[in-house]
């Protein structure tokens, strides 16, 4: 696989973990172009790194995807790697029928109904790509559910499954397909989550994330499972109702 020279699309690239991958993809002498939907933010972006390349682009809009598949074949010719990075995660009471239904149905628009209609839209220009990589940028919650962030959890769970259907269809396309399953990163998405012990659990920053995501990518795995992902993925098969208790002893949001 060619780890530079590729013309490389992150969806959510504005800040965390998008914007730490969009800055190693950089490094390692890739054209980067990011996508968001705070144009602020992107511009800020772009004025502390120039060689990134900016889109103000909302992913569950149709119209908006289909001028950046124009915009970006114009100006580039094309991409070689999609990453599916942009995501929400609110924290649900199930047993609140207060809650905002619409604003459940936009976590699910995003997290799972978006990284489909970019593929769906960017697979000719992947096809053309004589390096194409599609990397879906899921979680270790895919593997067990946090019971705070239900919807959440369901999405990233939907994620994983389809990530694993699409890629032998994909192979004969010669389109790599690659999955990040983060564990607790220090980004805004995991605020006010209330967790018991949450001293044992500690972030990492998104730059660490960025940099254990290189050293596997580069070896061509096809999942990348750091720190407390790997260790959710392994209790889910080994033991899976003991780390569900011990993941949501506290099930419900305290805000």
Do not use: C
Request: aromatic share 8%; glycine share 6%; proline share 6%.
């Amino acid at each position: 696989m060619n780890n530079s020279k590729q013309k490389v699309l992150i969806t959510g690239g504005g800040s965390g973990i998008g914007l730490a991958l969009a800055q190693k993809f950089l490094q390692h002498g890739n054209t980067v172009i990011i996508t968001g939907r705070n144009l602020s933010k992107l511009e800020k972006v772009k004025a502390e790194t120039p060689d990134l390349h900016i889109y103000q682009s909302d992913v569950t809009k149709e119209e908006d995807v289909k001028k950046l598949i124009d915009q970006v074949q114009e100006e580039f010719g094309g991409i070689d790697v999609l990453v599916n990075n942009a995501g929400i995660m609110n924290l649900v009471d199930a047993g609140n029928e207060r809650n905002d239904l619409q604003k459940q149905f936009q976590e699910i628009e995003i997290n799972y109904h978006a990284p489909i209609r970019m593929l769906h839209h960017f697979l000719p220009q992947l096809k053309k790509s004589k390096h194409a990589v599609l990397i879906n940028v899921s979680s270790g919650l895919a593997y067990v559910p946090f019971a705070q962030a239900p919807v959440y959890s369901g999405t990233k769970s939907a994620l994983h499954f389809w990530t694993l259907g699409i890629r032998p269809q994909l192979k004969p396309h010669n389109i790599k397909v690659v999955e990040l399953f983060p564990p607790v990163v220090d980004t805004p998405i995991f605020d006010g989550i209330a967790m018991e012990e949450n001293k044992n659990i500690n972030p990492i920053s998104p730059e660490t994330l960025a940099d254990l995501f290189w050293k596997d990518f580069i070896k061509d795995k096809e999942e990348i499972t750091p720190g407390m992902s790997f260790q959710l993925k392994l209790m889910s098969r080994l033991a899976p109702k003991f780390i569900f208790k011990q993941l949501n002893k506290l099930p419900v949001p305290q805000k």
